[in-house]
C-alpha cells in the first residue's frame, strides 16, 4: 500500500542525552519517555515519545479500555518534507486498526501542527501515519501520534522519509510476560540499533 513511498536508511542518528529527555508538548509520562534524534543529510528532526500505563497514571478524557498508550510527535527541523511515518516493531497481535490514531490533545495537553490519517498494514506489521493534509515542513510539527494497546513496550523501530531509526512500541503480552522489565535495557540505557540508530530510553521511578 505504501511501497511508493521513498524510505531511506537514516546515516546518522544521535541519542539526546536523558537529562535533556523534557517532553516539550507531550504530557510527563510516570512510566517510559524519550526522544529519538535523526538526521540524514537531507532531513534533520526529533520523535519525542512515551508510554503512558493508565492503571498509575491517569489521562484527562481517556475512556478507552486499552492499558497503555503509546504517543509520538515529529518535530522537523531542517530539510525535506515529511510525508509519513511508520512504526514497526510491534507484535501484531498487540495493535488492531481501531487501536490507531492521531489527535491535537492528549490528556490535559494540546498541540498545533500536522494531522495525520492512521493505517495499520497488517502485511508488513506496519503502523502508518500519513500526512495527507500536508507535509510537516521544517520549523513545525505532528499532531500527537497514538497507538492504544494492553501489551507493554519493547524496543521498535520507525521509518520516516527519509530516516529510519528506534524507539518503544507495544510488544509484551502482560499477561503472559508480566511487563516491561522482560528483556529490556535498564533505565537511561543507550541502545545501538539497525548499524547507526541510537535512542535514549528513560524508566521514571
Known sequence: MMKNLLWMIVLLAVAVPTAQATLTLLPDSDYIDGVSVFNTGTIAGYIEYAV???????????????????????????GADIDAIAILGFDPLAVTADSLDASDELGDNT??????????DTEDVEALYIFDGGAVVA???????????????????????PADTDITVPGQDTDTTGGGDTNVPEPATLVLLLGGGLVSLIRRK
Open 111 to 120: 498541540t498545533g501542527g500536522v494531522d495525520a490519517t492512521a493505517l495499520l
Open 52 to 78: 503512558y500505563d493508565t492503571t498509575t497514571q491517569q489521562l484527562t478524557g481517556y475512556d478507552r479500555e486499552e492499558r497503555f498508550v503509546y504517543a509520538y510527535q515529529i518535530f522537523h527541523t531542517g
Open 139 to 161: 520549523g513545525s510539527t505532528s499532531w500527537f501520534l497514538l497507538m492504544y494497546s494492553d501489551y507493554d513496550w519493547v524496543k521498535g523501530s520507525y521509518e520516516i522519509n
